[in-house]
């Protein structure tokens, strides 16, 4: 386990987790399409569930892309999906991506969890800047964000292109870590 807080906590992705994240991404589907496309056709089946959990295990092992899991403390249900990806070690950065479960939503879990893997980030993985790209209709992720410190940097042009939408501008969001 990385971190705790309220009834819930923050665990690294298990090749065991794959049944859950299959249930979680098909009970998302709607939220997960237009930003967690990969995500989502990854894991709508438990067959494909296994195959992303056992790739994404040797990627964190291999210091390549974190994925961490939020599970509720009693019945360990998947709340949240929290990636740390894009990793550049020479310039040790790296970018948030989550997604919370619809009934989930609007309590500030993401907002925690994020802020309690931002401090791991710098203290455990040596991370020295953390990102947040998100769209401008996004507004919960925002507030993720700027309620973490996040500072905006700047609009990145056609930066993301949703399945069967024009591209879109993107917000950049950065944390550093101060010494």
Same mark, same amino acid.
């Given at each position: ?15 065991? #987790? ?11 589907? #709607? ?149």
């Amino acid at each position: 386990m990385i971190a705790n807080f309220d009834s819930y906590y923050i665990d690294i992705i298990q090749e065991k #987790d794959a049944w859950s994240i299959c249930d979680f991404v098909v009970s998302n589907e #709607d939220r997960l399409k237009r930003f967690f496309p990969q995500t989502l056709y990854q894991n709508l089946t438990p067959n494909l569930a296994k195959s992303f959990a056992v790739k994404k295990v040797k990627q964190f092992l291999a210091n390549e892309e974190f994925v961490y899991l939020l599970k509720e403390k009693v019945s360990h249900q998947l709340v949240g999906i929290i990636y740390i990806k894009e990793l550049d070690w020479g310039i040790k950065q790296g970018e948030f991506a989550y997604c919370i479960g619809y009934q989930f939503e609007e309590k500030g879990l993401t907002t925690k969890a994020v802020r309690l893997l931002s401090e791991y980030a710098f203290k455990t993985l040596g991370l020295k800047t953390l990102r947040i790209i998100v769209n401008k209709s996004n507004i919960s992720s925002i507030k993720v964000a700027t309620n973490n410190n996040f500072t905006w940097k700047e609009t990145l042009l056609k930066e993301y292109t949703p399945p069967g939408e024009d591209t879109l501008d993107m917000e950049l969001y950065e944390l550093y870590h101060e010494r």
